[in-house]
Nanobody, 125 residues
Framework: QLQLVESGGGLVQAGGSLRLSCAASGFTLDYYAIGWFRRAPGKEREGVSCIRGSGNILMYADSVKGRFTISRDIANNTVYLQMNSLKPEDTAVYYC??????????????????WGQGTQVTVAS
């Protein structure tokens, strides 16, 4: 039973920080890419970041590069998204997803077959 559970969302003022967690169970991060995606009201889902279990490939959307950092803890089977310098346009439901890929990452949601339920991030102006 493969399961992903996001946590860490909430309400924060512009310029503040949050750290999201994606706890994986039923599988190990080895051989998988883990992606973070977000969907704002009335907008399409956007790829935010991706990391392989090995940590040797990292990807970021241009809109978050330099502000967000993705990392993983193999021992705890968890992937994190540290979000700094948050802006109102970062407001969205954030999802993590898993893709059993062969050594690559992607920011396209169609590549990922297993999804968490999401966590709400709201950035006040």
């Amino acid at each position: 039973q493969l399961q992903l559970v996001e946590s860490g969302g909430g309400l924060v003022q512009a310029g503040g920080s949050l750290r999201l967690s994606c706890a994986a169970s039923g599988f190990t991060l080895d051989y998988y890419a883990i992606g973070w995606f977000r969907r704002a009201p009335g907008k399409e889902r956007e790829g935010v970041s991706c990391i392989r279990g090995s940590g040797n490939i990292l990807m970021y959307a241009d809109s978050v590069k330099g502000r967000f950092t993705i990392s993983r803890d193999i021992a705890n089977n968890t992937v994190y998204l540290q979000m700094n310098s948050l802006k109102p346009e970062d407001t969205a439901v954030y999802y993590c997803a898993a893709w059993r890929s062969e050594g690559v990452c992607a920011l396209t949601s169609q590549s990922f077959g297993n999804w968490g339920q999401g966590t709400q991030v709201t950035v006040a102006s």
